[in-house]
């Protein structure tokens, strides 16, 4: 069917997206599994031999070499970071599922109802979602600034002697943080819902309520089951934007990442834009990311790509 | 199979309950709540603004939260004056303007190979860019700063000589990076286009490039509308790339460059304050004017019925 002409047509159309994906994303992606088995400073060359047989002497920088999986050794076991980090990951992921997301719901449900203003409750509730997270962390430390902040006047607890440091205190600068992080999650969750909810057959509902079903069972039994392709997308977006979590801690930090807001994204930066550079040691905390990501990865494609393999 | 994409129109808000309703005691608890939340929603824009309209020796004398003596646009135009935020938001538009055309441009080409002709890895070759396009960005760093470090470009094209630290690497890894949400999208937006106008057309002697662009691409335009919208707010907003990938402060686009700024300003969070208002007109813009656009491009990908 296809001329000569339409096969190069097609061989470019296809190629280079291809080639730009592949260099750019997937490329990199398998390298950071190649990088996280070597040592690496990023001066020098990398030498496909164990790192045994180079030598380390004072002063004398050593190449880049196969170091086994002594990356992921020294992460589990020396690294301070680690386990804050991981620690810190799963409680973001915990309070977008358990906080953000049940929100988002919430707010996608009663205004799919059409409650009067329902408009303007959507326009609002969505507005952070536009915002950046960098515009979102420079405007909430106004919320939580520790003499004129919005919290410590209302509370009164804005004097030097009783004042609450929100974004300083290593065991309340992760929740500040995941209010800020939630006010915008919950908006992105309502607008997948709504969208959700718009696509279930209102005779369903209809069906359900005439059998005698109150609006609650109504919801969690017919419509919410119904809703599966969205779930499984929210879910997704839930547990990535737990992984990516990053600009948040950037700004606030003011780029040198405070205790108690250790993350697994902010480590793997550290190790490459730092001034000695750990290639090996960063590349093996993003494989660790990139094997967590893959769980709901391959749950979401498995979803979408099943329907058309038949 | 059907695969619905949502239309603009089918997203705004029911205008009328699906029953008929009495005054129950369950709406007024609604109204409600949903006041309440759109208050606590507004407050920290709301403040900020308040904040950044008055002068730091006031909110230095009597708070954040206290009334106002001065109300002023002093902070936003020295801001302006006293950084070089023009270049900050140039920096921005040279990203963000290529970056949409292009990632739209290939999404477009590739969705059609793969939804209209009956390839052998159609179905491999959607997965491999819709998982890309899934991963966490800081997966890829690693690599890709060194591969950025490695790429050796004339000094004409990057100013740095590399792809490191140049606007066109930014160009080419927000394009890389969304090109698989687009190609998710787009084709399973041209699976809704009967294929018997591509058929039509093939008897009318139309050659392929013919059918993808002048049939099929039109068509696309309410996938592609949106796309555009949720792309320049993704890519203006994006901080990841820019702070990793850009070292030097002036070729940084706005959004990353706040950072800098909140060092130049550390002082005066009022001005700090202001400009990252001044950063967020362009996404207020985009509130204002293409809000259906906006929520209709986040929710293209995601319902597949």
Known sequence: ?310 | MAVTTVSTAELAPRAHPVRGRRWRPGSAAAQLFMIVMAVLWLTPIVFSFYIALRPKSETDRLGYVSLPHHLTLQNFTDAWTQSDMWRFFLNSVYVTVPAVIVTLFLASCFAYAVSRLSLRFNIPLLILFTAGNLLPQQVLITPLYRIYLAIHLPVWMTGSGLLYNSILGLIVINTSFQLGFCVFVLSNYMKTIPREMDEAAIMDGASLWTRFWRLTLPMCRPALAALATLLTTWIYNDFFWAITLISTGNKRPITSALANLQGQFVTNQNMITAAALLAAIPTLVVYLLLQKQFIAGLTLGSTKG
């Open chain 1, 1 to 310: 069917m296809l001329t000569r002409r339409d096969k190069l047509t097609v061989a470019a159309m296809i190629g280079v997206p291809l080639l730009l994906d592949a260099a750019f994303v997937w490329i990199p992606a398998l390298a950071s599994v190649f990088l996280s088995f070597t040592k690496w400073t990023g001066v020098g060359s990398l030498h496909i031999k164990p790192c045994s047989e180079f030598p380390s002497a004072p002063g004398i920088p050593q190449p880049g070499c196969l170091y086994g999986v002594q990356n992921y050794k020294q992460a589990v076991t020396i690294y301070p970071d680690f386990w804050p980090a991981v620690q810190h990951n799963a409680i973001w992921l915990l309070v977008f599922i358990l906080i953000a997301t049940p929100l988002g719901m919430l707010f996608a449900v009663i205004i799919d109802r059409g409650i009067k203003g329902s408009r303007i409750y959507q326009s609002v509730l969505y507005l952070p979602v536009m915002l950046s997270l960098a515009l979102i962390g420079i405007i909430w430390e106004l919320i939580y600034a520790n003499n004129y902040g919005l919290i410590n006047t209302v509370i009164g607890r804005n004097g030097n002697d009783n004042l609450i440091d929100w974004l300083g205190n290593p065991h309340l600068n992760l929740w500040a943080l995941l209010v800020e992080a939630s006010w915008r999650q919950a908006g992105y969750v309502m607008v997948l819902y709504l969208a959700g909810l718009k696509a279930v057959d209102p005779s369903l509902r209809e069906a359900s309520l005439v059998d005698g079903a109150n609006p609650w069972q109504t919801f969690w039994r017919v419509v919410f089951p119904a809703m599966r392709p969205i779930n499984i997308v929210v879910l997704v977006v839930t547990v990535i934007e737990s992984l990516r979590a990053f600009d948040l801690v950037y700004i606030t930090s003011k780029g040198n990442p405070l205790r108690g807001l250790e993350l697994l994204s902010v480590a793997v930066t550290q190790n490459i834009v730092g001034e000695t550079q750990r290639i090996g040691f960063g590349s093996a905390l993003g494989v660790i990311l990139l094997v967590i990501s893959l769980v709901p990865i391959s749950v979401f494609l498995y979803q979408t790509f099943r329907r058309e393999e038949r």
